[in-house]
């Protein structure tokens, strides 16, 4: 007795289905898409992707738009939130990692003075939040968790 099965796999889209990489690949082309995996390798299982922004590979201070796999988003948005934009482009400052350096910057705290022993004390919203970001992160990254007091050698290797 011989058992035969059908393993075809299948990537989801803007709502189509593709089961073939010559019909994705036209797909991709004709609408001009930008995936961020090998077609090669998405084929290997079954994916849908999605339309999320992430840090551009070649320029990490750009977001861009483009398809990953739907299981990544949550770890593309906290990648995002965990970049400092404020040491790039003054007043940008939207992601919870330049809130955390504005916080630092404005409660006078001197992360520069290595003699500093003073405890940062942070909200436990803020670091709850934070450490949100954190476990998407760890997903393929590898940051450690923020607490409510720090010392500044822990802030130092936090931020840089």
Not at 20 to 36: G, M, P, S
Not at 51 to 66: A, F, K, M
Not at 80 to 99: E, K, P, V
Request: negative net charge; hydrophobic residues 35%.
């Amino acid at each position: 007795m011989s058992i035969t099965t059908n393993t075809t796999t299948t990537i989801k889209i803007d709502g189509y289905s593709f089961t073939t990489k010559e019909a994705f690949d036209n797909y991709v082309q004709l609408h001009d898409l930008r995936i961020e995996e090998d077609t090669e390798v998405l084929f290997d299982r079954d994916v849908s992707l999605v339309r999320t922004d992430i840090i551009s590979p070649e320029n990490p201070q750009l977001v861009i738009s483009t398809y990953i796999d739907e299981d990544d988003v949550n770890y593309a948005a906290a990648a995002i939130q965990l970049t400092s934009t404020t040491r790039y482009h003054r007043g940008f400052g939207t992601t919870i990692m330049d809130a955390l350096e504005l916080w630092i910057n404005e409660s006078g705290w001197d992360i520069y003075d290595k003699n500093n022993t003073d405890i940062l004390e942070l909200d436990e919203d803020f670091v709850s939040e934070f450490n949100t970001h954190i476990k998407n992160y760890n997903r393929y990254g590898d940051r450690s968790e923020i607490k409510c007091k720090m010392t500044r050698d822990e802030v130092v290797k936090l931020l840089y």
